[in-house]
């Protein structure tokens, strides 16, 4: 499958951009297509911002089911509530990272219970402790666990960077990766 398991960082992150600025492009890997028969596609975005620009083109549609976990408040200010197909998982300033690890692992879960074709995975670092732009509280090694969730997965799943603002971004990216493809 060309799509499966794919990691691509992407110049327009469509995470915090509306559709109307043209940025739907973030949903396909340039050169890739989906399976073939792609009826259901789940979305997991743990960039620490609110996915708004995801929620605003996939809102309603029932064949996507949408899950953002993201601090709030925080820039832009949306994804307090949850509706239709979208599940948004504020996230209080200094959460305790075992609590935002239970409320990843709760919204993967409930993801993968809808039995998508695809998982799509809006990956975002800003979520670490040392962060310069939020105040959350995950580590290094919970992001590997993210990675490790994803490689127990049986689906096809595509990811794309959405942000980190970190000089450890690089490690946290390698934590993610190494952790998906072992």
């Known amino acids: 499958m060309i799509f499966a398991d794919a990691f691509q960082s992407l110049p327009t992150p469509l995470v915090t951009a509306g559709a109307d600025r043209g940025c739907c492009r973030a949903l396909c890997l ?16 743990f960039d620490g911002h609110h996915g708004n620009g995801t929620e605003a083109v996939v809102a309603h549609n029932e064949r996507i089911r949408f899950a953002s976990i993201h601090q709030f408040p925080a820039y ?3 994804g307090a509530k949850s509706f239709a197909n979208i599940d948004n998982y504020p996230i209080a300033p200094y959460t305790p990272r075992e609590a935002i690890l ?3 692992r709760r ?4 993801l ?3 039995e998508p074709d695809l998982l799509l995975v809006s990956a975002g670092f ?19 666990t993210f990675g490790e969730w994803l490689s127990k997965i049986d ?5 794309a960077l959405e942000g980190g603002y970190s000089n450890e971004l690089p490690e946290l990216i390698d934590a993610f990766l190494t952790a998906w493809q072992a």
């Open 102 to 104: 239970d409320i990843a």
């Open 126 to 144: 800003d979520a670490y402790a040392c962060d310069p732009l939020l105040q959350l509280t995950l580590e290094r090694e919970d992001f590997a």
């Open 107 to 110: 919204s993967l879960d409930k």
């Open 155 to 159: 689906t096809p799943i595509a990811v």
């Open 30 to 45: 340039p050169g890739s297509s989906p399976p073939a028969t792609v009826e259901r596609i789940a979305i997991w975005d």
């Open 112 to 114: 993968i219970g809808f």
């Open 76 to 78: 832009p200010g949306t």
